[in-house]
């Protein structure tokens, strides 16, 4: 039996271990680690510095300009032309959000189903995603146009005698949006959906239910995290989209975003800001309600897979 | 100061962890020696893997040491310790080859390329991968990742393995094999060799000693014969194989042997672990211990080779269920005051099988009768 | 194929017909001969590429979009990366408000985004220059390259460090041997994903640009408002070509990270 030198374990030994231990989390907890906080630190400074700090001191200009006060805030009620804006805006995301849902369940649900055509419909999903908001917009352009597909082939077809005016309508903006948006709902929805455990639909057919029962018993309430993370960020998207609206929109409804472009153009700081902070705080109150909502962390994460 | 042999002694003296205010390790001391095969065995909780994580240096003890080769090394990092250790997933580093992942220990310390290969080619024959060194861990087999594992933890020569749980992920026939390996790399090596699992069979096969624990204490060690034959608590008794416990009441003492009364049959056990700390009081409910297959049939054919001439203790039953499990005929029984029990003998054509309700009188040796 | 398979399938198809669709339209009409933007095209021709490489007017911009979309890789995936590390290991509390203010560029509409940054750049000088269109572009970009750098850490298998310091390489070299490695994939990939943010990234540079530094995206912008020019049309195939060989790369970089994960 060896002689054992025993030496007590003291505080000093505790601290330097747990410096060099911090790459082996569990004992971090001690003494402060620092090393994180500086790996972090960097960015973090960089964002302050060049996004947070400036979009904070524009949003003051709200409650700064003129002087202190909040009369920007309470002037809103009355103005008229902010109503019309907001209520459009709102109207159109929610007219979008819908279409997409529509549209974009039964494209997870196919996504999710069949395994020969999955690769190739995930590719249709991800190359019109993958390609930038600019450059579908203008697609729309020319699909829309007096002289677009859909006018000539309408023509063609003996359907139409004069061209439509489809572009710069209401309707142009909706069709455009629900297109650009439409893998935000598809993606998170066939998340949700592929991990349905393919057992319990099994289990349900094996107790007598019709494809549609399962369907709307089984599936649907499974996929609802996924649905409602699909809908919070199209919504969310939807309110402050600015470059569609403009582009394909008609002249006299724009929406927010736009109204509050035209303000900085017209350097009315204050209102542009009271408008800004509007719309922050209504993306950021929908996204709180929300956020109570299992599976809707699955919502920010980018996985097309 | 290196013990003598190729291993390494380990000293674990008053060993605690705790987190928050939940012991893990509530005080363990234990002396590994030189070369020995170790498990520390115990069920989920018991604090094992914790205690092996203590000695890897990937936990800090909140309190007692751990002395390598009589050097006290809670202080030291993980990677000074010159430990090797194998992980229960095998930990393969799947973005290198099986060759780059045993290469590098030895690429940490400074190796030369051409050693390295030497050293690598060499750690492969010991554990019967030749020539599978530019594979990926991905493309081998659960078995073969185990091996490679090994094969990195000992290129370097440690004088001391860990391992923690590295069977668990493997079925049945695979472990056994691996089993029969590593108690044959533990013969050639010569290494001390530490082993943490809750299978107690793998325990009882591979180990010089075990220790096994339970709720942050070490509740016995000693060679797997001892912890079978003499348990020192109900708790190793129940653990380890299978155990008949049997209530009884204290009556005398007699030499070194208790008298205690269990279905109004006077029965006899050793008592290894109790006569000097607590003598016992005429009285006392105690609770002993025997193993199924030290049990015969008092007037059966098979005599447990532990019978003749020793004395003996008998109790009345009554056959509750036979089950023929192959090599084995399992009875349950019941004794008069209800208390089931456990018998097993060999089925043989010699031995006549005992029918469900019948009557017997079962006898067993003292010595095979333990207090706990 | 019975009717109850049959009218769902169409349906699907006619959505993905609808998604694909204008992508398409784009494609066919860069190709075009007519002067004016018309569907389908009357003739065939490269006029529109041969206007679109033969102007000054497109070409500068499309440099300045090269060398801001590089600079911002280079500045985003340095700092996201960091982060991303420093993150994983921070306590939760300083986590959730570090991962916070990191990632709501992608909740905080980008308008007023844009026109914060605007405010604050014009007091400092920044507006019309491509430093200023650089800054702002790593803050866009940042969200993926840590979202991407993240996630590849959380795949890695906590043993395997442990494995490493056991077998003698410290902690700086287990980071280098080990992680870096494991993480290269999800670093790769947010450096393709902020490229592709800056080069296609139009709001911000709408306010940023001033008359000195016009990226490609603005220069589009411009001309949509202006004259509806198919070179546009040109433009707008090459950059999808562009999107979708990055993007495509970035999928399948992902995919072979999972594959070489699971053992």
């Known amino acids: ?305 | 100061m290196a013990g003598a042999g190729r291993g390494a002694s380990v000293s674990l003296t008053d060993l605690e962890k705790s987190y928050d205010r939940v012991a893990a390790v509530a005080g363990v001391s234990l002396d590994i020696r030189s070369g020995e095969f170790l498990t520390l065995l115990g069920p989920s909780g018991s604090g094992k893997t914790t205690t092996l994580m203590m000695i890897a240096g990937f936990e800090m003890p909140t309190a007692g040491d751990i002395a390598i080769d009589a050097e006290s090394v809670v202080a030291m990092p993980p990677y000074r310790r010159n430990i090797g250790m194998v992980f229960q997933n095998y930990a393969l580093f799947p973005h290198l080859t099986v060759a780059e992942n045993i290469g590098f220990p030895l690429k940490q310390r400074g190796v030369a390329k051409a050693e390295r290969a030497k050293l690598v080619g060499e750690a492969l024959e010991l554990v019967h991968l030749p020539g599978y060194g530019e594979r990926y861990p991905r493309q081998l087999s659960g078995g073969q990742q185990q091996r490679v594992a090994l094969a990195r933890a000992i290129v370097f020569k440690p004088r001391l393995l860990l391992m923690d749980e590295p069977l668990g992920a493997l079925d049945k026939q695979l472990r056994e094999n691996l089993q029969l390996e590593m108690r044959r790399l533990h013969a050639d090596l010569g290494i001390t060799f530490i082993y943490v699992t809750h299978d107690q069979e793998e325990a009882l096969t591979m180990s010089d000693r075990i220790a096994v624990m339970n709720e942050g204490l070490v509740a016995q060690v000693g060679r797997p014969e001892d912890l079978y034959d003499r348990p020192s608590s109900r708790f190793v008794a129940g653990f380890i194989g299978e155990s008949n416990f049997l209530p009884a009441i204290v009556r005398g003492i007699e030499d070194d042997v208790v008298v205690a009364e269990c279905d109004g049959a006077l029965l006899r056990a050793l008592c290894p672990g109790r006569m000097s700390p607590s003598p016992l009081a005429a009285g006392e409910k105690v609770m002993l211990t025997t193993r199924p297959e030290r049990l015969r049939f008092a007037d059966g054919a098979w005599h447990s080779p532990s019978s003749s001439g020793a004395p003996q203790n008998r109790l009345s039953v009554t056959v509750t269920e036979a089950v023929f499990a192959g090599e084995r005929c399992r009875y349950m029984l019941q004794a008069g005051d209800g208390t089931a029990m456990v018998l097993k003998e060999p089925s043989s054509a010699a031995i006549r099988r005992r029918a469900v309700g019948e009557q017997a009188e079962i006898a067993w040796s003292v010595a095979d009768t333990i207090l706990v | 194929m019975n009717a109850t398979r049959l009218l769902p399938a169409t349906l699907v198809g006619l959505i993905l017909l609808f998604l694909a669709f204008p992508i398409v339209v784009v494609v066919v009409v860069s190709f075009s001969s007519a002067t004016y933007l018309t569907f389908p095209p009357p003739a065939f021709g490269l006029r529109w590429y041969s206007a679109y490489f033969g102007s000054e007017d497109w070409l500068r911009p499309t440099w300045l979009s090269l060398w801001v979309a590089a600079a911002t890789v280079v500045l985003a995936t340095l700092l996201g990366t960091l982060a991303a590390l420093g993150i994983a290991r921070l306590p939760r509390a300083l986590r959730v408000v570090a991962a916070g203010l990191i990632l709501s560029p992608l909740i905080v509409p980008v308008i007023v985004v844009a026109i914060g940054i605007y405010y604050a750049f014009s007091h400092y000088g920044l507006v019309g220059s491509p430093i200023g269109l650089v800054l702002a572009h790593t803050c866009l970009a940042v969200p993926f390259v840590v979202t991407s750098v993240s996630a590849s850490l959380a795949g890695i298998d906590p043993r395997l460090e442990q494995a490493a310091l056991s077998l003698g390489a410290t902690p700086g070299g287990t980071f280098f041997q080990v992680t870096l490695p494991l993480i290269r994939p999800g670093v790769l990939v947010g450096a393709l994903f902020a490229f592709i943010t800056s080069f296609d990234e139009l709001v911000v540079a709408l306010f940023l640009s001033g008359s000195g530094a016009v990226t490609l995206p603005r220069r589009m912008w411009d001309d949509l408002r202006f004259a509806i020019d198919p070179t546009i049309a040109a433009v707008s195939t090459l950059t999808i070509v562009l999107t979708v060989l990055l993007m495509g790369c970035a999928h399948l970089l992902r995919r072979r990270a999972e594959r070489m994960r699971t053992a």
């Open chain 1, 1 to 305: 039996m060896s002689e054992a030198i025993v030496r007590p374990f003291g505080s000093a030994d505790r601290g330097r271990l747990a410096r060099i231990m911090n790459m082996s989390g569990r004992d971090a907890r001690g003494p402060k680690n620092l090393v994180p906080l500086l790996l972090a630190a960097p960015l973090l400074l960089f964002m302050l510095a060049f996004y947070a700090l400036p979009v904070v001191t524009m949003l003051m200009r709200s409650v700064s300009d003129p002087a202190w006060s909040l009369s920007h805030y309470a002037a809103l009620p009355d103005d008229a032309v902010f109503q019309k804006v907001f209520l459009n805006t709102l109207y159109t995301s929610v007219i979008v959000t819908l279409g997409t849902l529509l549209l974009g369940y039964p494209v997870a649900l196919a996504l999710v189903r069949t395994r020969r055509w999955a690769p190739v419909i995930l590719i249709l999903i991800l190359l019109p995603f993958w390609t930038s908001v600019l450059v579908r917009s203008y697609a729309w352009m020319v699909l829309m146009g007096r002289h677009g597909l859909i006018n000539e082939a309408l023509l063609a077809a003996g359907l139409l005698e004069r061209p439509l005016r489809i572009l710069n309508t209401p309707l142009a903006t909706q069709i455009a949006m629900i297109h650009i948006l439409l893998p935000y709902m598809i993606l998170p929805i066939a998340n949700a959906l592929r991990q349905i455990d393919p057992s319990l639909a099994r289990a349900a057919s094996g107790l007598g239910a019709t494809p549609w029962r399962t369907f709307r018993q089984v599936i649907l309430p499974l996929s609802m995290p996924g649905v409602a993370a699909g809908v919070l960020l199209v919504f969310v998207l939807a309110l402050g989209f600015y470059i569609t609206p403009a582009m394909v929109g008609g002249p006299r409804e724009i929406t927010l975003s736009m109204l509050i472009a035209q303000q900085v153009d017209q350097l009315n700081w204050g209102y542009a800001a009271t408008l800004s902070a509007v719309l922050l705080a209504t993306a950021l109150a929908i996204i709180a309600a929300c956020y109570r909502l299992p599976g809707i962390g699955n919502a920010f994460r980018m996985n097309t897979r």
